[in-house]
Structures are given as structure tokens and as C-alpha cells.
T-cell receptor, first 115, second 113 residues
Framework: DTAVSQTPKYLVTQMGNDKSIKCEQNLGHDTMYWYKQDSKKFLKIMFSYNNKELIINETVPNRFSPKSPDKAHLNLHINSLELGDSAVYFC??????????????FGSGTQLSVL | SQKIEQNSEALNIQEGKTATLTCNYTNYSPAYLQWYRQDPGRGPVFLLLIRENEKEKRKERLKVTFDTTLKQSLFHITASQPADSATYLCALDMGGGYQKVTFGTGTKLQVIP
């Protein structure tokens, strides 16, 4: 059983389209995240949710809208896709969200290519 | 702003030697620092966490040190094997009350048989 699973693995689409990436974790964790890894492999946090509530929003364009229907799911919807959105998007989860330090469990990533 | 630098983009070493990777940070005092391993086409996998009041942490062939004065962490893999070849990422919490883990740019380690 995959702990953090995200779909699709690959997403190729045209500029201007709207697309969604889904993420589910079966670890019973309270906190979920979206990270973006660019072509230089720099991994940057986008959003964090704790028990369906948004707790971190890292100045991401409002074309990106995360949705957490329950604490096991965190989806990412992207409107009006741009070339610069091409990257690998990773979903992750952790037991908690506090400053005591929690290890992150990552999905295998969604490679988004905007043409 | 916070900067996390891993000193080498790539590091090649002979099998059996000790690999040492460096992570430096500026403008912040994190409560802890983490190290992850990332293989091509996969998500990062957690390896070790070290807190600010800990000098050293070990797990099997892995050792991490944390010097809050130098603002530096060293990550060692002893008796390295070709299977250790991967990209290693250091990460620290930006704080603010919530876990906002920020990653360095990574060091790609190649262990040559």
C-alpha cells in the first residue's frame, strides 16, 4: 500500500487549460502539503493544510487553489496554466504541524508539462 | 531572507570511502534540521532529524552533525556503496509556529564501484 499517492504521474497540457492533481494519504496524518520542484531541482513549499484548514500559503498565484475535502486528501487545482507552471509537484504529509519537527512523507510526484 | 546552501551540486567518491555533504544556512536559527534522500523520478525520503540541542545523530552508516554557531550541518555516509548514489537534500523549518520545511538545492552523490 502506497502511503502518499498522487495522480496523475504525468500531465501534459496546453497553456490556458485548467487541470487538477489529486493526493491521498493512508498514514492517518493530520497535515498535508504541496511542494513544487523546478527544473533546477529546487523544492519549494506552496501550501500546507492541517485537518482540512489552510495554515501555510506561500505567495502562490491565486490560479493555484488547493482543496482538502478531508484530512486524508489534498487536491491541487490550477487555472489558466502558464509555461512557467511546468515542474514536478509533490504532495506530502506529516503527523503534526508544530515546531517540534515532523518528518515529511512524500508522494512520487506529478510531472506537469505546459506546452 | 533565509538561504540554505549545499556546498556541492555533485560529489563523486569511491566505493568504501566516507561521503561528507555540507549544508549551510543563513539568517535564521532553526529548531531542527532534516536530511532527505531523493532518487530520480521519486519523492524525497526522510533519513534523519537533528535538533538544535543535539550535536550529532547516527543511524546505521549515516551520521549528521549540527553546529548552530557555524550555522552548518554535515551529513556523512560511511563505507559508501553504489546504492547510496542519489541526491541528498537538507531541510530546515522556517518557523512561525507552523512546520514550514524549506529545502536546500541538494547534492547529487555518485558512488563509483
Amino acid at each position: 500500500d502506497t502511503a502518499v499517492s498522487q495522480t496523475p504521474k504525468y500531465l501534459v497540457t496546453q497553456m490556458g487549460n485548467d487541470k487538477s492533481i489529486k493526493c491521498e494519504q493512508n498514514l492517518g496524518h493530520d497535515t498535508m502539503y504541496w511542494y513544487k520542484q523546478d527544473s533546477k531541482k529546487f523544492l519549494k513549499i506552496m501550501f500546507s493544510y492541517n485537518n482540512k484548514e489552510l495554515i501555510i500559503n506561500e505567495t502562490v498565484p491565486n490560479r493555484f487553489s488547493p482543496k482538502s475535502p478531508d484530512k486524508a486528501h489534498l487536491n491541487l487545482h490550477i487555472n489558466s496554466l502558464e509555461l512557467g507552471d511546468s515542474a514536478v509537484y509533490f504532495c506530502a504529509s506529516s503527523q503534526g504541524w508544530g515546531p517540534q519537527g515532523e518528518k515529511l512523507f512524500f508522494g512520487s510526484g506529478t510531472q506537469l508539462s505546459v506546452l | 531572507s533565509q538561504k540554505i546552501e549545499q556546498n556541492s551540486e555533485a560529489l563523486n567518491i569511491q566505493e568504501g570511502k566516507t561521503a561528507t555533504l555540507t549544508c549551510n544556512y543563513t539568517n535564521y536559527s532553526p529548531a531542527y534540521l532534516q536530511w532527505y534522500r531523493q532518487d530520480p523520478g521519486r519523492g524525497p525520503v526522510f533519513l534523519l532529524l537533528i535538533r538544535e540541542n543535539e550535536k550529532e545523530k547516527r543511524k546505521e552508516r549515516l551520521k549528521v552533525t549540527f553546529d548552530t554557531t557555524l550555522k552548518q550541518s554535515l551529513f556523512h555516509i560511511t563505507a559508501s556503496q553504489p546504492a547510496d548514489s542519489a541526491t541528498y537534500l537538507c531541510a530546515l523549518d522556517m518557523g512561525g509556529g507552523y512546520q514550514k520545511v524549506t529545502f536546500g538545492t541538494g547534492t547529487k552523490l555518485q558512488v563509483i564501484p
